[in-house]
């Protein structure tokens, strides 16, 4: 087996976020093994300050340039405060600074998308937290990553079981890939129940504790639509050979088959800290205090065929994946906004497929299959526009 690996120096865009705090957790837990360079956050300043007593970044962003005094301020006292840097530059540069190597990309929506090229182009491998890198960045950030030979290591649970299942299959030994879902908060409610359920109702996940806009997209299963055009542009395969099975239990995270038909699965507790760990201590195994899994605890392990009258936003990311260049762009930016009038409760659940439906099938005629990041970005804008235009 391989020595234990020595002390890898990591830079965490999103610190604030569950994405950041959990990493953050794994640090702490293991100083001999990871060092903080980088720290980039919105507007949760106090957290940001404990963070860098904590960790002693080298280099700190905040990408609101209003925050700037606060977190001056929360700092002042330090000796050898880091240096510190505003708004969406500010955070790229925090992305390619100094001599980390791998870079967590914890930011929620399309926002994470420049510092992730960022730090691509300054050769640091990334732990990819941020859905859209792929989604909305795919055509764009996969020539990158070959350019430039970094690495990109799923941390989401999902990519990281098939990632995980995907040691020692040779190239082309891949045939199917199996992604579990939990269902999200309305797994057992009644489809007639959906139309009025509110954003608390949303909000409880049953399994995983993570952002509000994850969850909410969990409850509508675009989670996993999202989730599905991430594992094609990861693996390679095409989308008639990616699949969704309901698995309440949230224990197997996600399966493949190979060409003989024997399927192979990763297991684990709903902990986020343990994708996120593989991603930073990849290919090495690092020792943890964590709970093993235990299966005659857990007992039973079921399966069901997903709902697809009861969650359209599947067939909506299915459909976009197809279509390919910008649309899955198009779709993700639709459903964060769509998303976001949902939590700010302007808009009933049902009108989150229903909005981004519209949108997409607008959108149609002006796909383009080779889309620069300008087109990316302005796809996004567009998509948004339409979202508040349509509501
Ligand atoms: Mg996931």
């Excluded at 700092?75 to 600074?97: D, F, H, M, S, W």
């Excluded at 879902?181 to 057992?188: I, K, V, Y």
């Excluded at 229903?354 to 005629?365: G, N, S």
């Excluded at 383009?368 to 998509?383: F, G, H, Q, R």
Aim: proline share 6%; glycine share 6%; net charge negative.
């Amino acid at each position: 087996m391989s020595a234990s690996i020595k002390q890898k120096a990591i830079t965490i865009l999103g610190s604030t976020g569950s994405i950041g705090t959990q990493t953050l957790d794994i640090v702490k837990d293991h100083p001999d093994k990871f060092r903080v360079v980088g720290l980039a956050a919105g507007r949760n300043i106090k957290l940001l300050a404990e963070q860098i007593r904590a960790f002693k970044p080298e280099i700190v962003a905040t990408s609101y340039e209003d925050k700037l005094p606060e977190l001056q301020n929360a700092i002042a006292n330090l000796t050898n405060p880091p240096k510190i840097l505003v708004g969406g530059e500010g955070v790229a540069e925090v992305a390619r600074y100094g001599d980390s190597e791998s870079v967590v990309t914890g930011i929620v929506g399309c926002a994470g998308l420049l510092p992730t090229i960022a730090a691509i182009e300054a050769g640091k491998d990334i732990a990819l937290a941020n859905k859209e890198t792929l989604i909305a960045g795919a055509p764009v950030v996969l020539p990158l990553v070959e350019k430039h030979g970094v690495k990109l290591l799923p941390a989401d649970s999902e990519h990281s079981a098939i990632f995980q299942c995907l040691q020692g299959v040779p190239e082309a030994g891949l045939r199917r890939i199996m992604l579990t879902a939990s269902g999200g908060s309305f797994r057992d409610l009644p489809v007639e129940k959906l139309a009025t359920v509110t954003v608390q109702d949303a909000l409880k996940h049953p399994n995983w504790t993570m952002g509000q806009k994850i969850t909410i997209d969990s409850a509508t299963l675009m989670n996993k639509g999202l989730e599905v055009i991430e594992a094609h542009y990861l693996f390679g395969l095409d989308y008639d050979h990616i699949d969704i099975v309901i698995h309440p239990q949230s224990i197997i995270h996600s399966l493949i088959e190979v060409q003989d038909t024997s399927v192979l699965a990763q297991l684990g507790w709903a902990d986020m800290r343990l994708p996120l760990l593989y991603a930073l201590s990849y290919p090495d195994r690092i020792y943890t205090d964590w709970e093993p899994l235990d299966l005659v605890k857990i007992s039973n392990l079921t399966f069901r065929e997903p709902d697809h009258n009861k969650y359209p936003c599947m067939k909506l990311a299915y459909a976009a994946g197809r279509a390919g260049g910008l649309m899955p762009a198009v779709l993700n930016a639709a459903n964060e906004q769509a998303v976001a009038l949902f939590l700010a409760e302007k808009i009933e659940f049902l009108d989150i497929p229903r909005l981004i439906e519209t949108v997409c099938d607008r959108f149609t005629t002006q796909n383009t299959p080779y889309p620069s990041l300008e087109n990316i970005l302005e796809a996004d804008t567009w998509a948004r526009r339409m979202v508040l235009e349509s509501h």
